[in-house]
Structure formats: structure tokens, C-alpha cells
């Protein structure tokens, strides 16, 4: 059996933690059937400070997942439509996250075609919204342990990537200051067709 990441891989420096998720397997358990992809674009989000961050003004009935602890997925409803996963990082009470933003599908890509309408290739899992759909990923599991062993949605070991394939850029559609705007906290695998466009 593949080894699931533990919280002392999440409880560290978030962008330490968005580089090494690079190359892992987000795993998602449904009807006892695994789904699954290797994780090949993530950006991100770092305290109050940061004016992109949901966190930006404090914490709130919405963001609260985000202040700890690390391990446990931070599931939003955004645009009235979509959901986005982020991994939650560093300590507890202090609101950091990485957003997963695209994957390379590997296993159970017959249910994400349908969870998708049909929709194939790099249109399945490319984007975060995208993801989420594929994988029926929602705010029932906003707050979820992604580190337990019944957890229905985890992270498994997988190689890895080196540093030479991959890339970083800014965030991509966020809002705030100049800094936010323009940090470099969007990583990626360079030459991945799954990542988002």
C-alpha cells in the first residue's frame, strides 16, 4: 500500500509544502471506487498579510478552516458555482493554505469523465473548479482530515518532480495589492499540458 502524506508534511513553510506537493496523488474514495491524479499545479496563500488570501480581513464563518489545523481540506464555493481545494499549512491559528489547481489524471477517469459530462483529456481535471468536479469534491468536506485513515479525500506519496521541471509564476485571477498580484506563488510542472490555461 502507498504511503498517504502525514501532517508533518503539510504543518511546514506553505510554499515548501506547494513545492512538494508537486508530482504527489490527490486521492479521492467514493462508492468504495478510488479516483485519483498527480498534482501538477498548486498556488499559494499565506496569512493575513497576503491581499489575495481569503484571510485578508480576518477570520470568518468562511475561512475559518484556513487557521489550522495543517492536514485538513479548505473547501469555498466561488462565482455561485464552482468549489476549490486548498490544503491547509503551517501552524494552527495561523490562516495558510495551498490551493490545488490542476492534475494529471491517473486512476478512476471513467467516473471523472461522467462527473465531467463527458468532457476528456486535458479539460478534465485542468483548473480547480474542474478538479473539484471530477473528483466530487464539495463543502461537505471543507474541514475534512485529509491525514486520517478513513479519509475519503487524501494526498499519497508519489516520485515527486525534480526542481529543473518545474516552474513559477503569479497567482493566477487574484485580487489585492501589488504584492499579491505579483508574488511568485503559483508553482507548477513546466511542461505538464495539464496545467491550467
Do not use: K
Amino acid at each position: 500500500m502507498t504511503a498517504r502524506l502525514e501532517r508533518t508534511f503539510f504543518a511546514r513553510d506553505t510554499l515548501t509544502v506547494a513545492r512538494g506537493l508537486l508530482g504527489q496523488r490527490l486521492v479521492r474514495v467514493l462508492g468504495g471506487e478510488r479516483a485519483s491524479g498527480l498534482i501538477v499545479e498548486v498556488e499559494a496563500y499565506v496569512g493575513e498579510e497576503d491581499r489575495a488570501s481569503h484571510a485578508r480581513s480576518g477570520r470568518t464563518a468562511r475561512n475559518s478552516t484556513m487557521y489550522g489545523p495543517a492536514g485538513h481540506a479548505y473547501v469555498y464555493f466561488i462565482y455561485g458555482m464552482h468549489y476549490c481545494l486548498n490544503v491547509v499549512t503551517e501552524s494552527d491559528g495561523f490562516p495558510a493554505a495551498v490551493l490545488i489547481r490542476a492534475l494529471e489524471p491517473v486512476e478512476g477517469i471513467d467516473a471523472m469523465r461522467s462527473r465531467r459530462g463527458g468532457r476528456d483529456g486535458v479539460d478534465l481535471t485542468s483548473g480547480p473548479a474542474r478538479l473539484c468536479q471530477a473528483l466530487a469534491i464539495d463543502r461537505s468536506l471543507d474541514g475534512a482530515d485529509l491525514c486520517a485513515p478513513e479519509a475519503c479525500l487524501y494526498v499519497e506519496f508519489d516520485e515527486g518532480v525534480p526542481d529543473e521541471a518545474v516552474d513559477s509564476g503569479p497567482r493566477i485571477g487574484v485580487r489585492g495589492d501589488g504584492i499579491a498580484r505579483s508574488a511568485p506563488w503559483r508553482v507548477f510542472l513546466r511542461d505538464s499540458p495539464h496545467v491550467s490555461r
